[in-house]
């Protein structure tokens, strides 16, 4: 099966930068989309960025000319360059890898997490 390796998380200033990697093994048969998830502590989690197999990509709104979100096909790896960052974005931050032969939920596969601490 497919399995995620995450990287790069950390404690940042506000208004620092951090870089998050993320990269796929395993069983693949085509990635339909590669993307970023968080969780706060108390909050439900929620999309961060996404970027899809024809390069399209797909941001939240709160973090939409901050976050920076691109792939290395070769490796298999996505990456997440976070700029300007805030208290507010304090969170875990979830990998996520869709890759099956449809776009459906349950082909979803989840990296263990990595912690994100915006604090000064």
């Known amino acids: 099966q497919v399995q995620l390796v995450e990287s790069g998380g950390g404690l940042v200033q506000p208004g620092g930068s951090l870089g998050l990697s993320c990269a796929a093994s395993?069983?693949?048969?085509?990635?339909?989309?590669m993307g970023w998830f968080r969780q706060a502590p108390g909050k439900q989690r929620e999309m961060v960025a996404a970027?899809?197999?024809?390069?399209?990509?797909n941001y939240a709104q709160i973090v939409e000319g901050r976050f920076t979100i691109s792939r290395d096909n070769a490796k298999n790896t996505v990456f997440l360059q976070m700029n300007s960052l805030k208290p507010a974005d304090t969170a875990v931050y979830y990998c996520?890898?869709?890759?099956?032969?449809?776009?459906?939920?349950?082909?979803?596969?989840w990296g263990q997490g990595t912690q994100v601490t915006v604090s000064s």
């Open positions: 996520n890898v869709n890759t099956g032969p449809e776009y459906s939920a349950k082909y979803d596969y």
């Open positions: 395993g069983i693949i048969f085509g990635i339909n989309a």
């Open positions: 970027i899809y197999s024809d390069g399209r990509t």
